[in-house]
């Protein structure tokens, strides 16, 4: 891949996230692809212990879930991406799934909590690049696509 990986949200992506009703349920879908060693910073614990990024995202889940959980979300969907029928072949993703939130309030307050503010660490050096897309859910799907 020749561009960096996105790895947090820009400032102009946050700011249409947050003028977005914030009072309605938001599903989160995730896709990422991860490193094949994480990266921490020197001055991080895990710096030098030669961790995989797998490793590294899995103590992201395990360390952020309680401040999930006591937010309300919720892991509605997981899969494991097996290969880009449509689109670059370059986007193959290690990690697919769908976190939901009661509202947008609450992942903003899950990136804003301190104790989160630090776990993040785990999920920055793990993750070689990402997408992070909020979607509306829709109460009752039609039955054919797009419905």
Do not use: C
């Amino acid at each position: 891949m020749s561009q960096p990986g996105h790895i947090d949200p820009d400032r102009e992506a946050w700011g249409v996230f947050k003028s977005l009703p914030r009072d309605e349920p938001v599903h989160m879908l995730n896709l990422v692809r991860l490193r094949p060693l994480a990266a921490y910073p020197e001055d991080h614990p895990d710096h030098g212990k030669g961790l995989t990024g797998l490793q590294a995202y899995q103590a992201y889940g395990r360390t952020t879930a309680p401040i999930f959980k006591r937010l309300g979300g919720a892991q509605v969907w997981v899969g494991r991406p097996q290969v880009t029928l449509t689109g670059p072949q370059d986007e193959a993703w290690d990690i697919a799934f769908i976190a939901a939130y009661p509202n947008a309030e609450a992942f903003i307050a899950m990136v804003r909590d301190p104790e989160y503010q630090v776990l993040v660490a785990h999920r920055t050096a793990a993750v070689a690049d990402s997408r992070l897309i909020r979607m509306a859910p829709v109460d009752k799907p039609g039955e054919g696509f797009g419905e």
